[in-house]
């Protein structure tokens, strides 16, 4: 096998002959980044286009169809002529003169005859692929087909013989007598971003790691942390019951921004938002657990993380009351603050707490952080009043110090 497609009258370009490419790492690379593509066929002398899924393996597409729909029908007997186009949109392209307007692509045309894969070997690969593409690991985290399922499932094979790619990239190209115009001129990058996952209804379990657009950099992931008196685990759907039990408290959540949960569904959603939170890195949330036996005891936070100027705020943190006045908030913000500080080599550790929570700042200021001000108007109440929040602090520099109180307090109980 050739590092390059053969040209073909069809695989020439007639114009711009510079952005054709043809090599197959180019060509691979396209097809793998997209999750769908569309394929036009010929039915009864008119043209169609059908948008579908597809996944590569080696030097083959495979595409997904319906035993009943248009392009299965169609190539039921000796296969279908067919044409493949993906798109990857990287950017518009304003220029000065209407002429020259642009865009930033990947593109990708394929020619040949998609056949139905007869064999059921290859036919339970492809489609095994096709799951895992969305997902490594997929495939055993779901259900496989059953066999009416399969015999309503049509996977065509497409050999990657006739493939081409086009693409543009860079900036702006004027005519030098335009340049002059006072008309803004540039590129806007485009890109597809995931969103965060949105459980179905009925899903508890937690969100799978290999999902798309998840972040991983380690200012945004929990991480199991131990000590005497807490343990702290990634936030789980799994702990929405000792959640609800441990947290069934109003004077929990008085000076919260987020009402108590009154029902389970309530608790659910709370939960859920977190674990959405936690995805994109808004929030990176922990269950507080007794390290013994493993009872629900409360949950905290690390949020506004900004690992380029190597800050983060600790918060969102509750503890049910049956554990106030133990070694529990202690020893979890000792472990958190060890993580910020020597872990992730943070340079401020700061808090929010409600002016009117004294029980809150005083707690704050025995962990050796310093009050830095106060932010009037910062947030709504659920009561829909306006919460001014005193603002804590503490660097790296005050580190050393508040670890040697905080080991002293934890050692004499």
Known sequence: MTDLYPLTARTTA??????MHYERDSAHAVLDEAYDCAVAFVVDGEPRVLPTMHVRVSDTLYLHA???????LTARADGVKVCVSVTLLDGLVYARSQFHHSANYRS?????????????????AAMSALVEKLGAGRTAESRPP????????????????????????GGVVDDPEDVPLPHWAG???????????????????????YLPGRRTSPWTTAVPMRGTH?????LDPSHTDGLMAALADDEVWQFLPTPRPSTREEMVEHVALATREQWTGERVTWTQCDPVTGEVIGMTSYHDVDEERGSLGIGHTMVGRRWWRTGVNTEAKLLLLERAFETLEAERVFWYTDIRNQRSQQAIARLGASRDGL??????????T????????MTIDEWPTAKKRLQTRLAAG
């Open 66 to 72: 319906s035993t009943g729909g248009r392009l299965g």
């Open 230 to 234: 807490v343990s702290l685990e990634p």
């Open 14 to 19: 007639t114009r711009s002959r510079s952005r």
């Open 187 to 209: 590129v806007i990058p485009l890109q597809r971003v995931a969103g965060p996952p949105q459980p179905a209804a009925g899903v508890e379990s937690a969100i799978p790691s």
């Open 386 to 393: 306006w919460r001014d929040s005193v603002l804590f602090a």
């Open 108 to 124: 990708l045309v394929a020619h040949g005859v998609a056949t139905p894969v007869s064999d059921e070997s290859e036919k339970s």
């Open 375 to 384: 932010i009037r108007r910062h947030r709504l109440r659920p009561d829909g």
């Open 146 to 169: 059953t066999t009416p399922e399969l015999a309503a499932t049509v996977v065509l094979s497409l050999p990657l013989t006739e493939v081409s790619v086009r693409l543009r990239k």
